[in-house]
């Protein structure tokens, strides 16, 4: 398996005859020199079908000529996953959006993987059903991206992840062969479950081309509240009582202090209190059962010391509390000079002392941390970052070192190195800290008998031998 450079016009010329010239673009710059990661590099060639036959084609002209194929969706990851670092052809699902059936009788959707996430989850609510994953990119993520990434989102505490909605998928293997997997029933357990297999694979098993989804009816209403805490400790005590006394939120975030001094403009209150964290509660269900519970809920915030309460019951004021939410990663990168964003999850009840343990890796790492997240799941995500304007006498940021350093904490702690951003190029090297010999033996073997030409975005996920 080579990169694309040397037989850079054969190659062209041969998916030109696949795709027509309106489907290649030659040496592309923004968007697909990049994604949400560190990284960027500048394909030397993007390829854009439109069917599921011209992307089998495209495999199968991968294994004649020898090069890397490198999947792709809106370019929203933030694992530099998508993103031909070692050479090698994009193949961009952008074209490939439609909702074929949205079955309001057997509630599932049969969608192209090219689809947003928010056109799925509008158009089924338009018919009164629900399709809950909404990772924070929802506007603009493909569902194809989202499945190959099994990407979460706040509604992970109630609904669960991505996978949890996929009942099957169609997808051409590195050998070009097309497979349908799984089922568009609510059960199925005839043979492997592939399509689960392929869902998170980060597109090194298979370009997912599109996928059976599982909708929901959509709850009648939604209420919320969001509470500020002298600290982050009192505000994870009232997520374990809010828990631990029988409420299911929708939504149950987090914002720690450093990231509320960020955004807290956007509130309609002044916080005096350096160390004051942010609470974000939704319940979903009858507006009769939910909107006394939101009272219960709000009570058990001021019990644990709540200072200010914002009501999230109109559409108008929870709209208010996520612009808050929403804010952060932007102001987050505005005032870095350089970061990157880790995903981190811990049980429940440890969140609050590993947030209290990450003023010692800003010391010792010279690095800003900012964590937010999810909550009722444990998934925090740490941004690590370099302040702009850093005096001359400062200590040198060690951005690598701290990084290791959360994983190795995330860890101990009895979490994972990542919730639902996946591993890409980013956190491939952290790979063996969590994953013993025995299974990336045999996760490598289950690579290798799906590719044994090594051409589906090859070198990511796993580390170097």
Same mark, same amino acid.
């Given at each position: 398996?080579?990169?694309?450079?040397?037989?850079?016009?054969?190659?062209? !010329?041969? &998916?030109?005859?696949? *795709?027509?010239?309106?489907?290649?673009?030659? /040496?592309?710059?923004?968007?697909?020199?990049?994604?949400?990661?560190?990284?960027?590099?500048?394909?030397?060639?993007?390829?854009?079908?439109?069917?599921?036959?011209?992307?089998?084609?495209?495999?199968?002209?991968?294994?004649?000529?020898?090069?890397?194929?490198?999947?792709?969706?809106?370019?929203?990851?933030?694992?530099? $996953?998508?993103?031909?670092?070692?050479?090698?052809?994009?193949?961009?699902?952008?074209?490939?959006?439609?909702?074929?059936?949205?079955?309001?009788? !057997?509630?599932?959707?049969?969608?192209?993987?090219?689809?947003?996430?928010?056109?799925?989850?509008?158009?089924?609510?338009? #018919?009164?059903?629900?399709?809950?994953?909404?990772?924070?990119?929802?506007?603009?993520?493909? &569902?194809?991206?989202?499945? @190959?990434?099994?990407? $979460?989102?706040?509604?992970?505490?109630?609904?669960?992840?991505?996978?949890?909605?996929?009942?099957?998928?169609?997808?051409?293997?590195?050998?070009?062969?097309?497979?349908?997997?799984?089922? #568009?029933?609510?059960?199925?357990?005839?043979?492997?479950? =592939?399509?689960?297999?392929?869902?998170? /694979?980060?597109?090194?098993?298979?370009?997912?081309? !599109?996928?059976?989804?599982?909708?929901?009816?959509?709850?009648?209403?939604?209420?919320?509240?969001?509470?500020?805490?002298?600290?982050?400790?009192?505000? =994870?005590?009232?997520?374990?009582?809010?828990?631990?006394?029988?409420?299911?939120?929708?939504?149950?975030?987090?914002?720690?202090?450093?990231?509320?001094?960020?955004?807290?403009?956007?509130?309609?209150?002044?916080?005096?209190?350096?160390?004051?964290? *942010?609470?974000?509660?939704?319940?979903?269900?009858?507006?009769?059962?939910?909107?006394?519970?939101?009272?219960?809920?709000?009570?058990?915030?001021?019990?644990?010391?709540?200072?200010?309460? =914002?009501?999230? $019951?109109?559409?108008?004021?929870?709209?208010?509390?996520?612009?808050?939410?929403?804010?952060?990663?932007?102001?987050?990168?505005?005032?870095?000079?350089? !970061?990157?964003?880790?995903?981190?999850?811990?049980?429940?009840?440890?969140?609050?002392?590993?947030?209290?343990?990450?003023?010692?890796?800003?010391?010792?790492?010279?690095?800003?941390?900012? @964590?937010?997240?999810?909550?009722?799941?444990?998934?925090?995500?740490?941004?690590?970052?370099?302040?702009?304007?850093?005096?001359?006498?400062?200590?040198?940021?060690? =951005?690598?070192?701290?990084?290791?350093?959360?994983? #190795?904490?995330? &860890?101990?702690?009895?979490?994972?190195? /990542?919730?639902?951003?996946?591993?890409?190029?980013?956190?491939?090297? *952290?790979?063996?800290?969590?994953?013993?010999?025995? /299974?990336?033996?045999?996760?490598?073997?289950?690579?290798?008998?799906?590719?044994?030409?090594?051409?589906?975005?090859?070198?990511?996920?796993?580390?170097?031998?």
């Amino acid at each position: 398996m080579t990169s694309c450079t040397t037989d850079t016009k054969l190659i062209i !010329s041969k &998916l030109t005859e696949i *795709l027509g010239p309106e489907g290649i673009l030659v /040496s592309p710059g923004e968007p697909y020199d990049r994604d949400s990661s560190p990284y960027t590099v500048t394909p030397e060639v993007v390829a854009l079908p439109e069917t599921t036959e011209q992307v089998q084609a495209i495999v199968r002209l991968a294994n004649t000529l020898s090069f890397a194929i490198i999947p792709r969706g809106a370019g929203t990851g933030t694992a530099g $996953g998508c993103l031909p670092l070692n050479g090698g052809v994009v193949v961009s699902l952008e074209r490939m959006k439609r909702i074929i059936t949205l079955d309001t009788e !057997s509630l599932y959707a049969h969608v192209e993987a090219g689809v947003i996430t928010k056109e799925l989850r509008d158009t089924a609510a338009a #018919r009164g059903l629900f399709f809950p994953p909404d990772p924070a990119s929802l506007e603009t993520s493909t &569902l194809g991206g989202n499945v @190959a990434t099994n990407a $979460g989102g706040p509604a992970c505490v109630k609904y669960g992840v991505i996978r949890d909605y996929v009942l099957g998928v169609e997808a051409v293997l590195p050998d070009g062969e097309i497979i349908n997997a799984g089922v #568009r029933t609510r059960k199925g357990v005839v043979g492997y479950d =592939m399509a689960h297999l392929l869902t998170g /694979s980060e597109g090194t098993l298979g370009i997912i081309t !599109s996928m059976y989804l599982k909708l929901v009816p959509m709850p009648p209403a939604t209420v919320g509240v969001a509470a500020v805490f002298p600290s982050l400790p009192d505000a =994870m005590r009232t997520v374990a009582a809010v828990l631990g006394r029988g409420h299911l939120p929708s939504a149950l975030e987090f914002l720690d202090h450093k990231c509320l001094r960020l955004v807290g403009d956007k509130l309609p209150f002044r916080i005096a209190d350096e160390t004051a964290s *942010l609470l974000i509660i939704e319940l979903d269900g009858r507006p009769e059962a939910i909107t006394p519970e939101i009272e219960t809920v709000a009570a058990i915030c001021t019990e644990h010391g709540a200072t200010n309460l =914002m009501p999230g $019951g109109t559409a108008e004021e929870r709209e208010t509390i996520w612009n808050v939410r929403r804010e952060v990663s932007t102001r987050i990168r505005e005032h870095a000079a350089r !970061s990157f964003s880790e995903d981190v999850v811990v049980p429940i009840g440890s969140i609050a002392d590993f947030i209290a343990e990450v003023p010692s890796f800003e010391q010792k790492y010279a690095l800003d941390i900012f @964590a937010f997240g999810h909550a009722g799941d444990g998934n925090i995500h740490l941004i690590l970052t370099v302040p702009r304007n850093l005096p001359e006498d400062a200590p040198a940021p060690l =951005m690598d070192e701290g990084i290791e350093a959360v994983a #190795r904490r995330v &860890l101990a702690l009895g979490g994972t190195i /990542s919730g639902e951003h996946g591993v890409g190029e980013a956190k491939k090297h *952290l790979l063996p800290l969590e994953i013993g010999p025995a /299974s990336l033996r045999l996760q490598r073997g289950i690579k290798a008998l799906f590719d044994p030409n090594n051409i589906m975005n090859p070198d990511k996920v796993f580390p170097a031998r």
